[in-house]
């Protein structure tokens, strides 16, 4: 079988390997298709050789069907279509004895801190797997991964029918939270800085923003008839917008921070916190119901998978496809097909 190893220096090498017998409570799956997620071009990028380091296969946003199962594992039958919920959790520290396994406090992530999807066959533990309706598309099961985060951030905010909503940032995640957002019943605007995704996000059926051409924040309270957005989701990752977020914010609004902001400390209006008394949530990856949530979402076509998909590679083309991926202003998610 074929698996990609990320070989460090933006490639990765293609190389036969034996597929893995299952051992007790695991299971081996043929995986069918796995996207490129932010994580992984940060890896390709060699951000994360410290943690990652190299000779690893990588990949977490992945469909699947079962070949093979190990000694004690129950519930899965070869053949079964599945996807991977990649955590692993020590299930001793004081956040999982909490039940918050999704941030155990010594939580591994499969593909990043552990072998992944970008390969054939993935032999990995029974627990991490979802099982799917027998006709499901495999294509698009493989957004299954990032409709659950999305999925989580919206559960984090418990948006109400009725209540505005801000997602600044119209990349995948920020499209998968506004269509998410927007099943919960919010009025959802998406702001952005690129032409292409903002035409993308009108498609989808989004009122936008050009953060380029506009005050976001100002335009929210115009918008929203001087009340500002109940819900805000940051998902840009960089300062202009945990400026907007705190700005369009309406009074006790709530404000998720889905972007991933590592390195440098961004500077936040604090004040405004205490002056309409705002509200911060922190959200990381997804549980079990986020998953089981997105299934549903993207069987119901609440996520429009055919748009968010804008391409399929080879797993042998797979450092062709990260490169194309880098910086493409008209990509979304490119999934590898890896069998
Ligand atoms: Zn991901
Ligand atoms: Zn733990």
């Known amino acids: 079988m074929k698996a990609a190893y990320y070989s460090g220096n933006q490639s990765f090498t293609v190389r036969d390997d034996?597929?893995?017998?299952?051992?007790?409570?695991?299971?081996?799956?043929?995986?069918?298709?796995?996207?490129?997620?932010?994580?992984?071009?940060?890896?390709?990028?060699?951000?994360?050789?410290?943690?990652?380091?190299?000779?690893?296969?990588?990949?977490?946003?992945?469909?699947?069907?079962?070949?093979?199962?190990?000694?004690?594992?129950?519930?899965?039958?070869?053949?079964?279509?599945?996807?991977?919920?990649?955590?692993?959790?020590?299930?001793?520290?004081?956040?999982?004895?909490?039940?918050?396994?999704?941030?155990?406090?010594?939580?591994?992530?499969?593909?990043?801190?552990?072998?992944?999807?970008?390969?054939?066959?993935?032999?990995?533990?029974?627990?991490?797997?979802?099982?799917?309706?027998?006709?499901?598309?495999?294509?698009?099961?493989?957004?299954?991964?990032?409709?659950?985060?999305?999925?989580?951030?919206?559960?984090?905010?418990?948006?109400?029918?009725?209540?505005?909503?801000?997602?600044?940032?119209?990349?995948?995640?920020?499209?998968?939270?506004?269509?998410?957002?927007?099943?919960?019943?919010?009025?959802?605007?998406?702001?952005?800085?690129s032409d292409y995704r903002l035409k993308v996000a009108e498609k989808l059926g989004f009122k936008t923003l050009n953060a380029l051409k506009v005050n976001v924040g100002e335009e929210i309270w115009k918008m929203t008839g001087d009340k500002g957005a109940e819900v805000v989701f940051e998902v840009s990752a960089t300062q202009p917008g945990v400026d907007t977020m705190t700005e369009a914010a309406a009074v006790r609004g709530r404000i998720v921070m889905v972007g991933i902001i590592g390195g440098r400390k961004p500077e936040v209006d604090l004040f405004k916190f205490f002056w309409r008394e705002l509200q911060l949530l922190g959200a990381r990856v997804y549980e079990a119901a986020d998953y089981e949530k997105a299934i549903e979402m993207i069987v119901s076509g609440a996520i429009d998978c055919e748009t968010l998909i804008t391409d399929i590679q080879e797993l042998e083309d797979i450092t062709k496809a990260f490169q194309a991926l880098d910086g493409n202003a008209t990509a979304m998610k490119s999934l590898i097909k890896c069998s």
């Not at 893995?20 to 994580?39: D, L, N």
């Not at 956040?95 to 939580?107: D, E, F, M, R, T």
């Not at 999807?117 to 993935?122: F, G, L, N, R, T």
């Not at 801000?166 to 269509?179: E, F, H, K, N």
């Open 18 to 193: 034996q597929p893995k017998e299952p051992a007790a409570g695991e299971v081996r799956i043929k995986i069918a298709y796995c996207g490129i997620c932010g994580t992984d071009m940060h890896v390709f990028h060699g951000v994360m050789d410290a943690r990652v380091t190299t000779n690893r296969v990588i990949g977490h946003e992945c469909s699947a069907v079962v070949d093979a199962i190990g000694a004690g594992v129950e519930g899965f039958a070869v053949g079964d279509q599945v996807v991977v919920r990649p955590l692993s959790h020590c299930g001793e520290c004081a956040a999982c004895k909490k039940g918050y396994i999704h941030v155990c406090q010594n939580l591994k992530f499969l593909g990043l801190d552990t072998e992944g999807a970008m390969q054939e066959m993935w032999t990995l533990p029974a627990h991490t797997l979802h099982k799917l309706p027998a006709d499901m598309r495999l294509d698009y099961a493989a957004l299954i991964e990032p409709t659950a985060v999305a999925c989580h951030d919206v559960a984090r905010a418990n948006i109400q029918p009725g209540e505005d909503v801000l997602v600044i940032g119209g990349g995948p995640i920020g499209l998968l939270v506004a269509m998410v957002a927007k099943q919960a019943g919010g009025n959802v605007v998406v702001s952005e800085v």
